[in-house]
């Protein structure tokens, strides 16, 4: 993995039906973590992201505005881009279906699978209840009460559609997670779609004749596409397709990674393969579906108006704060409550109290001790060896946890790194080593700045702002912050050290905050 490979992580497209939330910066910041990550290891990444923007509840939405569906789509895809901006989305491509890119894409897809000669699309009639607001097709023993599982009204729907010929594929898809074993994550994922496809797929309908906003069928204007079919092929948009010989397709495709929440599971790991089978495409190589986040322990929805938005979360504890609490506070993969008490915890804890605290204690240090300059180290006894052994094991620690990802864990590496950092000081006792023996007080402090470097580094992924702020206080450029350069270049003696500012500020308690 390391150096010089070449890596493609998507989140989904997000509806413009939807204003952003907690659960679109979640999967939005994910990725954006790998997609540092992988860049500071050398690797070349290509991340897209970007808005949903076909289909009936758009169509309806514009319309009880008054305006056209286009404009309505420009105008909410803006907020999702928008918040990429606040959430200090790293360099990526934002793809909107409505893109004529996007619009050759699907076409071409659509062409390929319904011209394989295997009978993959074909044209039937097709009766089946139907959410709008779900955008989903639901069988009789899927209702509750007369009404999607969700709780969405539904209403019985016949047309003529388009059918994409899935009950044939049935052993191909269980073959094809037999062969990869890591194409669905976690584990208990990757059960629930193979049992699902065990029981028996059937066919499913990818066009619409009941309105007009979207994508036209191929050589059948009467219909569009169904907005998954479309939506789905917005990652082989984002590699170029169908200029399959371009540089970009082939050097991208296949997908590496599309991080998912575990509501679109099925779609992206039953659906999606056998579209890109009949189509002759190769599969992204992984699928990983995270958990879904609650609101002190309620379902976010707009109707009960808990809706956390990134803005407000931005706005009361701080980007990076944000950002750590996200991919620490859960399992990677398993649902979470956003709890105030949880978030400030963290921030008084792990940033505060554990990493900001070692930090300013150390370069405070420095510039008492040392003049303000990188302390030179001198002979290491096996207390210093052992701090900096246990630095310098992390890259490949983290590696692992990433590839899976386990943000969580990766994380926990790192925190014992600074907890043990904190216990060195404290044995150390650097201040009585001054008077004692200086030599020794500048080889602690040596080694101390140096597991903060490897720290600093090695957590920009995570909190990018706040890492640019402690590696700028270690006066390390702006080439010697990645991973190639953790054992290429250690601090260099003598050098001069701004005076250091505190990084993360305790979260303090007022009446409105609480
Ligand atoms: O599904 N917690 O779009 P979307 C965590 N357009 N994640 C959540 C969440 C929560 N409370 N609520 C939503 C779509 N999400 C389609 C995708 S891809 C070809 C088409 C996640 O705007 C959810 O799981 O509904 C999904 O990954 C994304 O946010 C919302 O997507």
């Known amino acids: 993995m390391p150096g010089g490979d070449k890596f493609y992580v998507t989140t989904p497209i997000y509806y413009v039906n939807d204003a952003p939330h907690l659960g679109h910066a979640y999967t939005t910041v994910s990725c954006d973590a790998l997609t540092r990550f992988r860049r500071l290891d050398g690797e070349d990444v290509l991340f897209t992201t970007g808005t949903d923007e076909h289909g009936q509840k758009v169509e309806n939405s514009a319309r009880a505005r008054g305006i056209a569906p286009q404009a309505f789509c420009d105008e909410v895809s803006q907020t999702f881009r928008a918040m990429n901006a ?26 390929r699978i319904a011209d394989n000669g295997q009978g993959d699309i074909y044209l039937g009639k097709y009766g089946y209840y139907y959410s709008v607001r779900d955008e989903t097709q639901y069988e009789e023993s899927e209702l509750v009460n007369g009404k999607a599982p969700t709780g969405a009204d539904v209403e019985w729907v016949e047309e003529e559609n388009y059918f994409f010929r899935l009950s044939a594929w049935q052993d191909r898809l269980l073959a094809f997670y037999e062969a990869n074993p890591d194409f669905i994550g976690p584990g208990v994922r990757r059960n629930e779609v193979v049992s699902f496809v065990k029981s028996g797929l059937k066919d499913v309908s990818i066009s619409r004749t009941s309105f007009s906003w979207g994508i036209p069928v191929p050589n059948d204007a009467r219909h569009i596409m169904y907005v998954w079919i479309e939506a789905l092929s917005v990652y082989l948009t984002g590699a170029g397709y169908p200029d399959i010989d371009s540089e970009k397709f082939r050097k991208y495709w296949p997908c590496s990674l599309h991080m998912v929440g575990k ?5 992206h790991c039953v659906y999606w393969p056998a579209f890109l089978m009949a189509a002759g495409i190769p599969v992204t190589k992984r699928v990983f579906g995270h958990g879904w986040w609650t609101n002190e322990g309620q379902k ?8 956390i ?35 400030v915890n ?16 150390v370069l405070s240090m420095v510039q008492r001790y040392c003049e303000g300059r990188v302390p030179k180290g001198g002979a290491l006894t096996d207390a210093d060896k052992t701090l900096l052994g246990a630095a310098q094991a992390l890259l490949p620690k983290l590696r ?33 080593l001054r008077k004692t023996d200086p030599a020794r007080c ?8 140096e597991t903060i470097r490897h720290l600093a580094i090695l957590i920009q992924p995570v909190m990018p702002g706040s890492m640019a702020k402690l590696l700028d206080q270690l006066a ?22 701004p005076k250091p500012e505190g990084i993360f500020p305790r979260f303090v308690e007022t009446e409105a905050s609480a």
């Open 476 to 497: 390390i450029p702006a080439d010697r912050r990645d991973f190639a350069a953790l054992a290429a270049s250690p601090l260099p003696a003598g050098a001069a050290l």
């Open 86 to 111: 606040l959430l200090g989305i790293d360099r990526h491509d934002f793809v909107r279906t409505t893109e004529e890119r996007h619009i050759r894409c699907a076409t071409e897809m659509w062409k």
């Open 400 to 432: 692992t946890e990433y590839a899976v990802p386990a943000y969580h864990r990766a994380l926990d590496h790192l925190w014992a790194v600074v907890a043990d950092a904190n216990r060195y000081v404290d044995e150390q006792a650097p201040w009585a």
């Open 346 to 361: 963290r921030i008084n804890g792990d940033l505060a109290n554990d990493l900001g605290n070692l930090a300013q204690r």
């Open 309 to 343: 938005t990134p803005k407000a979360l931005i706005d009361k504890y701080g980007l990076d704060a944000m950002r750590y609490f996200v991919l620490r506070e859960l399992p990677f993969g398993a649902d979470g409550d956003f709890s105030h008490r949880a978030m």
């Open 300 to 307: 976010m929805s707009k109707s009960v108006g808990n809706v």
């Open 263 to 267: 509501d679109i599971i099925r779609h």
């Open 442 to 449: 500048d080889t602690v402090l040596y080694v101390l700045t």
